[in-house]
């Protein structure tokens, strides 16, 4: 408190305002204070109120605890009097009764421990013959003797009068593991015994007393482990074993699983009931004492506790319910389902073949059929996932099908890199060996060359129509230019492909009945299975088609790289010891691999029938296509048709390639010929061209009305340029079988020769500087000569540049000699034309093509006064080169005396041979030359009959039987 003295300094030092500011200030710090005070009284009294409040709890805590425990030792003492010890009753006297009881007392504990003595054998015998829940019931029986003794008056007495108790017991507990141990694994592998696996779930329950929810959970574990399992991945393992076991496991843990946990007709599933049969004892084979097989007098000695024991269930064993039972199987087998699936695909993985896939698919299919009831089974799997499950379609189907699909598209991966491997090789040869190279590039003598296996096995026995590549013999092959090499390449591919097919056609389920006949009863499952199976060989023959029209087409793009990239091949060094065929040869190597690569892009279709089938795979299961196809027909198919087309087309592009090559210097090598020709002067002209012509005899009215006869010159041959330069292309172009060159190839080949030449001559004629009447008659000659032979009739523009040529010319040659040699060139023409026919034929264009007949000659009567041939370098034609066919617009028709034309056709051209000069000097007979006639007419008859004989036999598949 102030003193006075401050209060009277307060007031003398400040003034009213400033006093009541610190009457203020004093008065706020005296409530804060009091506020403080009483906050600080507050809280401790609290803390008091509560330990005041837990002492209290303590004390009522503490006087139930020893309520509890006096309510123990009453309960343990009335169990000593009358559990275990037995009941009284009678009351003896006292001497007897002291003697009674103990003697009672003392075969009651030799009983009990003689129990614990024998129990662990018959444990042994019980849990190896897998009998897990009487095991269980001894074990928990042994466990509450063993309590029983531990709870006796004299406990410690009894452990030291029979130590072995303690022994006993210890190797028994040991048992506890072992039970849970073998029931778990009976649980996780049983596939057939519903009522082993119901007894071991029982031993698991009783022993580790869980509920029914915690077995379950522990069930699935269980299955999860095993089904998992049996689809990893071992070394030694075989993917069908696997694959059955993990389809007949989770078939047979869904039906232990409605089996066990589903509730039945009394809303009670199978394991409460036999959880109340167990605890309740409601027959002796129930009971675990019995199980001892010890004598009535030796039990009679145990408590009423012992001998009435039953085994008492501490978890919930209510049933579960069919919807919570729904949803966690549900769950499971989603979850089963999605692992195996990652298993399965890498277990699939180690087969190779298609066979091996429909064995594994029948073994599942075998399994459905002995372990499936399918209205039964339908009912489990509504009950257990909601909807059906078809083991077969859910499980297994997918992994199958999507690992055939991968094995077709691997066959079919390494057939295509097989047949690329021997391509590269056969021109790896080509380039590094000259003789490889040279047979292939001239296959001139492989063509006509005789050999013994020309004509088809069993020829007389077999039609044309009924015989298939194979079995068409050498001539076959020779007639379409298709080498040794490309056979063997053709042949290896046919031949992968064929097993590829044969791999495939196991897929199909066509023996399935026969497969199961004990089963055929069973018309739902079959009916399932050949559906699921139609269905799956259909969707794998719409694969392999187009997995085959894919490999195919990417096939024909690879050959053509592989030929584009050889296109700058070098030659090959002429070295001193190869022979002169091979030193000589026609074709560089890269000229020789276009038409290697090109020829095997036409014999591909040809001698492999098994692409067709690939790319027309999706219509095999079409009975009338697979016997057009065993029977060689034509098959239309869209896929088949876009492969061939990209064959003939990858054909045409290789052999135009090789041909273009070949034109490459044709108008050079023309060009420069005529060029020295046009330029050696007027003289050396003049005598090279008159060896080409002809004498003709013309007669004119003189002055007086006499008839005048004179002779002239008239061309008769085309320029000896022009005819060598045409016959070592066409000779070129026969060795390689000009007849097995593709129609559009031979009509790109004919526009080009026929351009190439057009251009030479415009270029040689507009570069010479003099061109005489006699030379300019002479290239006249070869333009209409090119007119009529070489111009196709829809090239326009080439027909406008010959035309203007011509009339160039013609203005060289004087009008009045022009009239009078126009009309014999003309006729020499189509006899030039009609010439050339067979030598020229390849490069011919088929509707100039001269039909055979009768020409008129001016000089028919008389032999010709020049009958030279052209002097020409002299060009080997070994073999029959190409035969054109000429186009006829009408039908046509056989005359009788169709040979007369022809032979005196031949006739009048054989007079103008020099070889034959001879024969104009030494006439025979008219009788000796009919004779003659006649003889060769019988002989050319008799080669012609055994000819066409040979040929009806062996090409066209005539029967030899007679009529």
Known sequence: MASDD?????????????????????????????????????????????????????????????????????????LQQRGLIGFKTKSLPVNGTDRSSSASTHYTLAVQVKLLVTIPETLWSLTEHKQYLQATQLLLLAHHTHTALQLSPNAAKVSTWFPVIERQWASITQFRSTIVRGCSHLISTEVDDIQAVLDAMVSVMLVEGCNSSELLSRVLQLRHSSLILAVASRPSAIAKAQISQFVTLIVASLKIIHAIFAEGEDGKSLLENRLQEIAQGVSDGTMPLPLLQESSMTLSFLPQSIRQFRPTVHGNSDSLGNDYLQKQVRE??????????????????????????????????????????????????????????????????????????????????????????????????????????????????????????????????????????????????????????????CRAFNSRLTALLLDVSNYSNGQSKDDFPSVLHKETTLD??????????????????????????????????????????PAHEIHQDWDEDIATATFPPASTILVVVGRLCQALPNVCPQMQICASASNLNNPDFARRVSLGSKIDCESWSKVHEELQNASSRLFGLFLSMLTGTLQSDLQSSLMNELSSGETAATISAFATWESVTIEEEGEGGNVIKSSIQVPAHPTPALT?????????????????????????????????????????????????????????????????????????????????????????????????????????????????????????????????????????????????????????????????????????????????????????????????????????SPSTARREASSAALSASRSAASLFSAMSSSWFGGSSSSS
């Not at 490999?551 to 053509?560: D, G, K, P």
């Open 6 to 78: 401050d209060v009277t300094l307060l007031f003398e030092n400040n003034s009213v305002a400033q006093v009541r500011e610190v009457l203020t200030k004093t008065r706020n710090d005296i409530e804060r204070k009091k506020e403080d005070l009483r906050v600080m009284v507050g809280e401790r009294y609290r803390d008091l109120i509560e330990a005041a409040d837990t002492i209290s709890e303590m004390r009522e805590s503490a006087k139930a605890i020893c309520s509890n425990i006096h309510t123990m030792e009453g309960l343990c003492g009335s």
């Open 332 to 489: 499971w087998l989603n979850s089963v389902l999605g692992e195996a699936s990652k298993a399965l695909s890498t277990l699939l993985s180690f087969t190779t073949s298609i066979k091996a896939l429909a064995m594994i698919r029948s073994s599942v299919w075998e399994i459905c059929q002995e372990n499936i009831e399918w209205n039964h089974w339908n009912k489990i799997t509504n009950t257990l996932y909601g909807s059906k499950l078809d083991p077969w379609d859910s499980v297994v189907r997918n992994q199958v099908t999507d690992r055939a699909r991968q094995v077709i598209s691997s066959q079919l991966s390494a057939t295509k890199e097989a047949v690329m491997q021997m391509v590269d090789k056969l021109i790896a040869d080509i380039i590094a060996d000259p003789k490889i190279a040279l047979e292939e590039g001239d296959i001139s003598n492989f063509v006509w060359s005789e050999s013994v296996g020309d004509l088809p096995e069993r020829v007389g026995w077999t039609s044309a129509t009924s015989r298939n590549v194979s079995q068409a013999g050498g001539l076959y092959y020779k007639t379409r230019g298709y080498t040794s090499r490309l056979q063997t390449i």
């Open 528 to 569: 399932i299975e050949s559906r699921n199976g139609s269905e799956d060989y259909s969707s794998l023959l719409n694969y392999l088609q187009d997995a085959s029209t894919s490999t195919f087409i990417q096939l024909v793009s690879e050959l053509q790289n592989l030929a584009n990239n050889h296109k700058n091949a």
């Open 724 to 924: 060598q330069v045409l016959t070592q292309l066409c000779s070129s172009i026969n060795c390689v079988a000009a007849h097995t060159i593709t129609r559009n190839a031979q009509l790109e080949l004919v526009s080009s020769v026929c351009e190439t030449v057009i251009s030479a001559y415009e270029s040689s004629i507009n570069e010479a500087k003099v061109i005489n009447q006699t030379m300019a008659l002479q290239l006249i000659f070869d333009l209409k000569f090119i007119q009529s032979v070489l111009l196709p009739r829809e090239n326009k523009d080439a027909a406008a540049r010959l035309a203007t040529l011509i009339q160039e010319l013609e203005r060289k040659v004087d009008p009045f000699d022009l009239d009078v040699f126009l009309p014999h060139m003309t006729l020499r023409v189509k006899v030039a034309a009609h010439r050339v026919q067979v030598i020229l034929g390849t490069i011919l264009s088929r509707d100039r093509q001269v039909l055979s007949g009768r020409i008129q000659s001016s000089s028919s009567s008389t032999a010709s006064a020049n009958n030279a041939l052209p002097l020409i370098l002299a060009v080997e034609i070994p073999r029959f080169s190409n035969v054109p066919l000429p186009v006829s617009t009408s039908r046509p028709s056989i005359p009788s005396s169709i040979s007369a034309p022809s032979m005196t056709m031949s006739s009048s051209l054989g007079n103008r041979s020099p070889m034959k000069s001879g024969l104009s000097k030494d006439q025979s």
